[in-house]
């Protein structure tokens, strides 16, 4: 019942920005909490960013730091993902992924720790 859907990607210069969204179709009255993963061509899935039900509540690795900022509007089911100052190495198939957040502050960089994915939108920097 839950299905997740991410926009928002294409090809964009070095310096460059793009705004990633995902449509969140959860049951009614339910709490999630949503995290972005990506995985480039060769390497293992990382971790991005996370947000829980609650504002406030985020998490970034250490390469999306001072660069991507997650954000949610929970009346809309939607995520966003800011990514500003882009590098090709952060060229990647980027997800985003879901799991129940009974407390309202979950957050976990753990991919084992969602339940749900979407289907991913490529990312690609250009130097």
């Known amino acids: 019942q839950v299905h997740l859907v991410e926009s928002g990607g294409g090809l964009v210069q070095a310096g460059g920005s793009l705004r990633l969204s995902c449509a969140a179709s959860?049951?009614?009255?339910?709490?999630?909490?949503i995290g972005w993963f990506r995985q480039a061509p060769g390497k293992e899935r990382e971790f991005v960013a996370a947000?829980?039900?609650?504002?406030?509540?985020?998490d970034y690795s250490d390469s999306a730091q001072g660069r991507f900022t997650i954000s949610r509007d929970n009346a809309k089911n939607t995520v966003c993902l800011q990514m500003n100052g882009l590098k090709p190495e952060d060229t990647a198939v980027y997800y985003c992924a879901a799991r129940r957040d009974y407390s309202g502050s979950l957050v976990s960089p753990n991919a084992g720790a969602y339940n749900y994915w979407g289907q991913g939108t490529q990312v690609t920097v250009s130097s």
């Open positions: 947000v829980s039900w609650s504002a406030g509540f985020t």
């Open positions: 959860v049951p009614t009255f339910s709490t999630y909490a």
